[in-house]
């Protein structure tokens, strides 16, 4: 069963940084792509990035989120990471992270966890 987990989030200040992770069990990561979605109140939720089997990423938001959000993979500790810098209001949301076949065509093979609330407010 795929498992994943997500953490990292919590409350910063406009401009700050935040690392999320997540951990993943009952697989190998390598043979899955990772991908991390949000969704902020009253909105759908929405692509962010996705990281594939090979460590290659694709971007799913806007320009503005991509030069400033990377995404990263570690297998040796199951995990995947989104690096996110100079963080705006309009960033906050929960983040969830879920796994596919492919980051081209996203199709969610895992359950949707609780994902990890990011708050960015002074």
């Known amino acids: 069963q795929l498992q994943l987990v997500e953490s990292g989030g919590g409350l910063v200040q406009p401009g700050g940084s935040l690392r999320l992770s997540c951990a993943t069990s009952?697989?190998?990561?390598?043979?899955?792509?990772i991908g991390w979605f949000r969704q902020a109140p009253g909105k759908e939720r929405e692509g962010v990035s996705c990281?594939?089997?090979?460590?290659?990423?694709?971007?799913y938001a806007a320009d503005s989120v991509k030069a400033r959000f990377s995404i990263s993979r570690d297998n040796a500790k199951n995990t995947v990471y989104l690096q996110m810098n100079s963080l705006k209001p309009e960033d906050t949301a929960v983040y969830y992270c879920?796994?596919?076949?492919?980051?081209?065509?996203?199709?969610?093979?895992?359950?949707w966890g609780q994902g990890t609330q990011v708050t960015v407010s002074s």
């Open positions: 009952g697989f190998t990561l390598d043979r899955y792509a």
């Open positions: 990281i594939s089997r090979s460590g290659g990423s694709t971007n």
């Open positions: 879920a796994a596919s076949e492919r980051c081209d065509t996203f199709y969610a093979l895992s359950d």
